[in-house]
């Protein structure tokens, strides 16, 4: 595959990723699928407030999804100027990734804020009843009915912070892709050109013609030819 066509490759998935991102964040704000937490002081979950799948995952994903998608496009030189651009907008989306996957992680480990209640404290009050569990009330379920309200608040969190985490995780790995194939698309181009020819396998022929070469030069010095005596020399 071509660094043009691979460009492409990565932009696509991306554009779904980022949209994912965005919408599970908006969705954060609204547990049980209500306005009035949002409305409310202290009753969202403060790891939502970062906007990291809004900004990190989504803003900072999608704008070099874009650039990333337009240099797969036939362009004058090959657009190896768009292709090194694409190296600082892929490094740009990893830092993205990387800010949505540590807010995802963080409201995962603490959980969610809720109106909650338990033995050791009996007295119903709102506040974050997992945060100095790290995160070991993800496999107590028991644990989740100390949240009364919102209904389901942990499934909720759970659910939308889970996918914030592998979408994160996914860009991660696609914008440091990126990163590389930009690299080889300042030397190689899009393979696309206005000719229609593929320098990437011009370049490719070039340095296979230069090996084989190479080894042939080796062989022949290798070769041992029989000595040719005097009288043989003479004779001739």
């Known amino acids: ?9 990565i932009a696509i998935p991306l554009y779904i990723l980022a949209l994912v991102s965005m919408i599970c964040n908006i969705i954060l704000f609204f547990p049980d699928f209500d306005t009035k937490y949002a409305a409310a002081e202290g009753q969202i979950t403060e790891e939502v407030k970062y906007m990291g799948g809004f900004i ?3 803003i900072m994903v999608l704008i070099p999804a874009i650039h990333i998608h337009l240099t797969s496009a036939k362009n004058c030189c090959a657009n190896r100027c768009g292709m090194f651009l694409s190296i600082g907008f892929a490094a740009a989306g990893v830092l993205g990734a990387v800010y949505s996957l540590s ?12 109106f909650w209640s338990n033995i050791l404290s009996p007295i119903p009050k709102w506040g974050t009843p997992f945060a100095n569990s790290s995160g070991s009330y993800l496999s107590d379920k028991d644990q989740w009915s100390w949240c009364r309200v919102p209904e389901n608040v942990v499934e909720f969190n759970v659910g939308l912070f889970s996918t914030l985490l592998v979408a994160a995780c996914l860009e991660l790995v696609l914008c440091a892709i990126q990163m590389v194939n930009g690299l080889f698309g300042c030397i190689c181009g899009t393979c696309e050109t206005l000719f229609g020819t593929d320098p990437c396998k011009n370049h490719l022929h070039f340095i296979l013609f230069l090996y084989f070469s190479m080894k042939m030069r080796v062989m022949i010095q290798k070769v041992s030819f029989p000595p040719i005596s005097r009288s043989q020399y003479q004779a001739k």
């Open 103 to 114: 807010a995802a992680a963080l409201g995962l480990s603490n959980g969610p804020t809720c």
């Open 1 to 9: 595959m071509c660094t043009g066509a691979c460009s492409k490759f």
């Open 56 to 58: 990190g995952g989504g």
